[in-house]
């Protein structure tokens, strides 16, 4: 303090129900106005701190209300807001974009055979290998077992390896399978329309894993 000519300090911690947010502090003040200096340093810190506390508590509800909190992925709020925000026309279409609509496959048979700890981590795992390959775009869970994926301006042959990759990383996870459908799109496109046939393909995927797997359809219970 002395480098800095520091001959003189008030400080306050800045609080907000005993929890400490920060500092704020006066230096080479005029010792004369002593008390009221330090009042208005006190009733400061106390505004601060409100302030900052209220703004902390926003950011932490806006984060619960669009973050899923089991596999830490965009929740179905937050695909709702940004397709909303496509619709609108509040925020451009994107000239492309990929959609993938993937289901996860057997969670409903953990669930009933292991727990609902042991669907969690399947849960957890599945969004991992999403999140491995889609990481640079946008992965929403929407469902119990139902993620979407949205690729904005990605090329079409990017897209396809980036589905390669997927189906390679769950052919090679044995705990962890996927009914996957997706679309590429491009030019003047229905973005409502373009998640519809992603999804639809979806179903036709999931179709031929139950006819495959029949025992894991739990549509026959």
Same mark, same amino acid.
């Given at each position: 303090m002395c480098d800095y000519n520091v001959s003189n300090i008030v400080l306050y911690a800045v609080r907000f129900k005993q929890s400490l947010i920060g500092f $704020?502090?006066? $230096? @080479?003040? /005029?010792?004369?106005?002593?008390? +009221? $200096?330090k009042e208005t340093l006190e +009733?400061?810190?106390?505004? +601060?701190?409100?302030?900052?506390? @209220?703004?902390q508590l926003f950011s932490h509800l806006k984060t619960m209300s669009t973050i899923d909190r089991l596999t830490q992925v965009n929740n179905r709020n937050a695909m @709702?807001?940004? $397709?909303?925000?496509?619709?609108?026309? =509040?925020v451009k279409l994107p000239d492309s974009i990929g959609i993938v609509y993937a289901d996860l496959n057997g969670l409903k048979k953990v669930n009933d055979t292991k727990g609902h700890d042991a669907g969690d981590m399947f849960l957890s795992r599945a969004a991992s290998l999403l999140k491995l390959v889609f990481g640079d775009y946008e992965v929403y869970r929407v469902g119990g077992d139902e993620f979407v994926?949205?690729?904005? /301006?990605? =090329?079409?042959?990017?897209?396809?390896?980036?589905?390669?990759?997927l189906r390679t990383l769950t052919t090679n996870t044995p705990d962890v399978s996927f009914a996957a459908g997706y679309g590429w799109f491009s030019g003047k496109y229905d973005i409502n329309a373009a998640l519809q046939i992603a999804d639809e393909r979806m179903y036709k995927d999931k179709e031929e894993y139950y006819r495959i797997h029949s025992e894991n359809d739990r549509r026959k219970s």
């Open positions: $704020i502090w006066a $230096i @080479n003040i /005029d010792t004369t106005k002593m008390m +009221l $200096i +009733l400061s810190s106390f505004l +601060l701190g409100t302030v900052i506390a @209220n703004h @709702n807001e940004r $397709i909303g925000k496509y619709t609108s026309g =509040e994926v949205l690729c904005p /301006d990605i =090329e079409e042959d990017k897209m396809k390896d980036r589905m390669t990759q």
